[in-house]
């Protein structure tokens, strides 16, 4: 049993355990230490998992439990039974309010989806009870569901179904641990809540998820009402809001200047401040609007050593609870996130690392793979001028020379593609992620990833791809994406030892795309399989792998809102499968949308122009004070430039065309793909997009349609 309880009256939850203020006294030290080390040890965490398991409670607790599955309400109660509550079981929202509302609970379990209301609104119920119960929410989606981040931001904690009665029990005991260190000492709990907190940072979760959670606590734990976390970009330019909570106050800030505003002073100076009353009074603020839903508010700089990260605010709606001595947990607070940051930065560089370790163990097959084009278009090239120069002297035309010269010139046109293939794959595959995402054409990332790939093991392993004809479009990073892949089908070739066969599948079905790569391997021993997606873990030899590839990968999944799967039966083999959204077909306007297409080349102009005719209205330019006089007055659909020109680069010309009045997206057309300052706009939202050079003319069809689609009718 869990959580033990004598006597049956009274309310208050008073803890009495001799037990207990040791435990207290082991906590504080942790707590202490962990602060220090920002990452608390593994040993620490399992000892403070069995002080939860030996709390003991000197009164009845009750419970109320919804869901409308009967036989898990049958199951919950029994567990919550032995754990010392007296249950009350609905299976209806409406049910759920009438109990709240009758009754006084200490402990709240509901499912997400119910019958009207649902557990959102009966969480927002709770904030008018006068003793809330502690909420725990059980829910079968997936943890990096954005709906979820509410609940988060409420200090809700939630559960993942299917879940067993162990995993119930555990949770439970953690709830009401910390609900009795609330109501007994508050000392204690800013010590529980700096405890979370500093576990978090060695959570295995994505940023945003992270920072809802640190958020949601530290409200709860200095006592406000709503609150924001904002981030500095790489230049420094602006403060975005990357989490909050509350509908006013802090937790509503739009993006502001990196100087402005009270964060920006308090990101400017690095120096925490606190706002009581009426802003204008503060002199520095003296032209700010006050915020009539906020009496107070708090705010701290996110430092990692001299680099300004962003800045925490907290406001509350009345006065005297946000006190200056509210200000050093914040700070505390603040340089928790700064670890999360820093740690996932961290984890970007590693993820780039992990990435370029990959090609530099594909280095020598893709110089083979280069090499034998190379070969045969040389030679071809050389065989033909040979002919053109022989039959030129005896005065022949050229059309005599039979079918020879065609083909040869279709096998030199084949092997150009096919090198010009192998480049941009390769380049893309090393390249920095550019946090932006865009329709990606899975199919052929996966014929991306089997070019790089095979050539490595083609000499050993039998690479079967099948892949549906059927639109595979996701949303995504795509040199992300092709990273997974790309570690998929290396784990699988390896695998697989000096001989076997790997299958490489592309599918979709319920809006769903499916990636599988399956090896017939000798399988995954079940000890192994259970560490399979822990950063660091690895059982090749040293040198040969960073133990990062699947930890990352399943990140990268999660992060596009997907997974990353596993099944295994030893001396059979093994089946990785990655599952991606799909991406919503794109729909031209009837009206033929117009084009503005800017490139400073003659002849990439014209072939730009070749491609898009028939379907668009095109308006070329070779330089960008062309462009914008060719453009005035006229409805654009999409701007499509190239970066770097003489005079005025692409960027330019879009900031000029934009005081033109011009609001028609705008995409890059260049292969400086990587230059913080194509990120920086990319992230602004300046242009909507970069294609690549080399280009294909599908490719590049494609991606036109689908901008011009997503831009408002009005302005075709």
């Not at 079981?89 to 989806?113: E, I, K, N, P, W």
């Not at 559960?159 to 995993?167: G, I, R, T, V």
Request: include cysteine; hydrophobic fraction near 40%; proline fraction near 6%.
């Amino acid at each position: 049993m869990l959580v033990r309880s004598e006597g049956c009256g009274g309310r208050g939850c008073k803890v009495h355990s001799p037990k207990l203020e040791a435990a207290r006294g082991d906590v504080a030290k942790k707590v202490r230490r962990t602060r220090k080390t920002v990452q608390p040890p593994k040993e620490a965490i399992l000892r403070y998992g069995v002080i939860l398991a030996g709390m003991e409670y000197s009164t009845r607790l009750r419970a109320l439990v919804v869901d409308d599955d009967s036989s898990f309400c049958r199951v919950a109660v029994h567990v919550l039974g032995e754990a010392g509550f007296d249950c009350v079981a609905v299976q209806s929202g409406a049910d759920a309010l009438a109990q709240l509302s009758a009754a006084t609970f200490d402990l709240l379990l509901c499912d997400l989806v119910l019958p009207p209301p649902d557990g959102r609104a009966i969480v927002e119920h709770l904030r008018t009870l006068a003793e809330p119960p502690e909420a725990v929410i059980l829910t079968g989606v997936s943890p990096s569901e954005p709906s979820l981040a509410p609940l988060r931001a409420a200090g809700c904690t939630i559960l993942f179904k299917p879940l067993d009665s162990a995993e119930l029990s555990r949770s439970i005991a953690s709830v009401m641990h910390a609900r009795a260190l609330q109501r007994g000492d508050a000392t204690r709990t800013l010590l529980e809540s700096l405890y979370k907190l500093t576990t978090l940072t060695t959570a295995d979760a994505t940023l945003n998820i992270l920072l809802d959670q640190i958020l949601g606590i530290s409200v709860t734990m200095v006592g406000g009402d709503a609150g924001c976390i904002m981030l500095s970009t790489g230049t420094q330019r602006t403060l975005a809001p990357v989490a909050s909570t509350g509908t006013e106050g802090p937790g509503a800030q739009p993006p502001t200047a990196f100087w402005a505003g009270v964060c920006g002073w308090v990101a400017q100076t690095r120096r925490p401040l606190r706002i009581a009353g009426d802003v204008r009074a503060y002199s520095q603020f003296a032209a700010l609007e006050p915020d009539p839903a906020s009496a107070e508010s708090i705010h701290a700089p996110i430092v990692n050593r001299t680099e300004v990260l962003g800045v925490i605010s907290l406001s509350s709606r009345q006065p005297g609870r946000l006190g200056p001595e509210s200000l050093a947990p914040l700070c505390a607070i603040a340089d928790i996130v700064s670890s999360v940051l820093v740690r996932d930065r961290a984890e970007r560089l590693r993820e780039h690392q992990d990435r370029l370790a990959l090609l530099g163990q594909l280095s020598a097959s893709v110089v083979h793979e280069l090499t034998n084009p190379l070969t045969y278009v040389k030679a071809n090239l050389g065989t033909l001028q040979e002919m053109l120069a022989s039959h030129a002297t005896r005065e022949t035309k050229v059309r005599d020379l039979g079918g020879d010269v065609h083909d040869l010139l279709r096998d030199v046109i084949e092997g150009v593609n096919r090198m010009a293939a192998i480049v941009a794959n390769t380049r893309a595959a090393a390249r920095k992620p550019a946090g932006t995402a865009k329709e990606v054409d899975l199919a052929a990332l996966l014929r991306r990833a089997e070019t790089l790939v095979y050539p490595q093991f083609k000499h050993r392993v039998k690479l079967h791809v099948d892949v549906t004809s059927e639109p595979l479009t996701v949303i995504a990073d795509e040199g992300r994406i092709l990273q997974v892949v790309m570690n998929l089908l290396v784990n699988a070739g390896q695998a697989v030892g000096a001989k076997g066969t790997v299958t490489l599948r592309g599918r979709a079905a319920d809006n769903w795309a499916t990636v599988e790569v399956e090896d017939d391997g000798p399988g995954i021993p079940k000890e192994v399989a259970a560490q399979l997606f822990q950063p660091f873990f690895t059982t090749k030899p040293e040198g040969e792998g960073t133990g990062l590839g699947l930890s990352i990968s399943r990140q990268i999944a999660q992060e596009h809102e997907g997974d990353l799967t596993f099944t295994t039966e030893p001396g059979k083999g093994t089946c990785f499968k990655l599952t991606l959204p799909l991406a919503a077909k794109a729909q031209l306007p009837q009206q033929r949308p117009t084009v503005l297409v800017v490139e400073d080349e003659t002849a990439l102009l014209n072939a730009v122009k070749r491609v898009l005719n028939g379907t668009f209205t095109v308006l070329a330019a070779s330089s960008g004070p062309e462009a914008l006089e060719i453009a005035a007055g006229k409805q654009l659909a999409l701007i499509l430039t190239d970066y770097s020109m003489p005079g005025q680069d692409g960027l330019s010309l879009v900031r000029a065309m934009r005081q033109q009045g011009h609001t028609a997206p705008a995409a890059l057309l260049t292969a400086v793909v990587n230059s913080d300052e194509v990120v920086e706009a990319l992230r602004k939202g300046e242009i909507a997009e970069v294609i690549g050079k080399p280009w294909s003319p599908r490719s590049l069809l494609g991606d036109v349609v689908r901008l011009c689609s997503a831009a408002p009718t009005a302005g075709i």
